[in-house]
């Protein structure tokens, strides 16, 4: 309902009853009763409500079921080859801009060739790192320890470890990735 979608911003926004009504000019009596839709506000209150919270119109209509849906077909996926990594990662969850964090988590497929690590670097982040091996077998190299991970083994390294990842046999591996960051 429209009125737990304004109840749910304003609070998300740290605002007051009486501060959002007195943003709009109404009283707070009348934002009350919105919010527990006892009465439907008129376009005007809408547009005005949907400047005072800084969203867009149409998210005060949403459905937080359809818009926390998100798909991504196979062809759609984003592909990304960074500089200090000698993998291409194919990512199965939205790829993440500008430090987005709405999907909770990155997901990604890497494959490694033989002889090969994963970067020249090690690599360290504030996120938990999950990795699966879908074929092969890598080694993940976490501070002075080596763990050999096979085909359906999994690792969790956890956040601001020094990790790096290699591929010695000769065959290539492949490996699903799944970054969460933390929640603060």
């Not at 990304?80 to 969850?93: D, P």
């Not at 080694?139 to 080596?146: A, F, Q, S």
Request: aromatic share 6%; proline share 3%.
């Amino acid at each position: 309902m429209i009125g737990e979608k304004i109840r749910e911003i304003r609070k998300s926004k740290n605002l007051t009853i009486v501060q959002l009504s007195e943003m709009i000019n109404v009283t707070s009596g009348y934002i009350s009763q919105i919010e527990r839709d006892l009465i439907s506000p008129s376009l005007s209150v809408l547009k005005r409500l949907s400047q005072a919270l800084d969203v867009p119109l149409s998210v005060l209509f949403s459905d937080k079921a359809d818009s926390d849906v998100v798909t991504v077909h196979q062809n759609e996926r984003t592909r990304v080859k960074l500089n200090n990594i000698n993998v291409e990662l194919e990512y199965i969850t939205p790829f993440l801009k500008n430090g987005d964090r709405k999907s909770g988590c990155e997901a990604f497929v890497f494959k490694l060739n033989p002889q090969t690590w994963a970067s020249s670097i090690g690599i360290m982040h504030e996120s938990r790192e999950f990795i699966y091996v879908l074929r092969g077998e890598i080694e993940c190299h976490v501070g002075d320890k080596v763990y050999t991970i096979s085909k359906g083994d999994s690792i969790i390294v956890p956040e601001n470890n020094n990790h790096m990842i290699y591929n010695g046999n000769e065959e290539i591996s492949e490996a699903l990735c799944v970054i969460t960051p933390l929640m603060h």
